[in-house]
């Protein structure tokens, strides 16, 4: 989020855009860095664009699996962990600070 509801988005196709938010959506869905948005693309201006909606993390896997996102990009997992990972990973006991 750069501020006054703008924003800059890593397209698929590798290019950093400068995005506009509309303002149907401003104030109303707010836009976190690593979500799935669609872009509408200028004419005029290669290097800019303005976000036209914000997928959800169930619209965004149901994009996936149909195959319209490609294999590499990380849907939003907030609510699974990977595996391997450890749930407590983030998390520290003050007491092992104490041994240090």
């Not at 959800?56 to 609510?79: C, F, H, W």
């Not at 450890?86 to 092992?96: I, Q």
Request: with cysteine; glycine share 8%.
């Amino acid at each position: 989020m750069l501020g006054n509801g703008r924003l800059e988005a890593q397209c698929i196709d590798g290019t950093k855009r400068l995005c506009h938010i509309r303002g149907k959506m401003r104030k109303k869905v707010w836009v976190n860095n690593g979500d799935i948005i669609l872009i509408g693309l200028r004419d005029y201006q290669d290097a800019k664009g303005d976000v036209i909606l914000k997928y959800m993390a169930d619209e965004a896997r149901s994009l996936k699996q149909y195959g319209e996102l490609p294999e590499n990009i990380r849907v939003n997992d907030t609510d699974m962990n990977e595996e391997g990972e450890d749930e407590n990973a983030e998390f520290f006991d003050f007491d092992d600070i104490a041994e240090i």
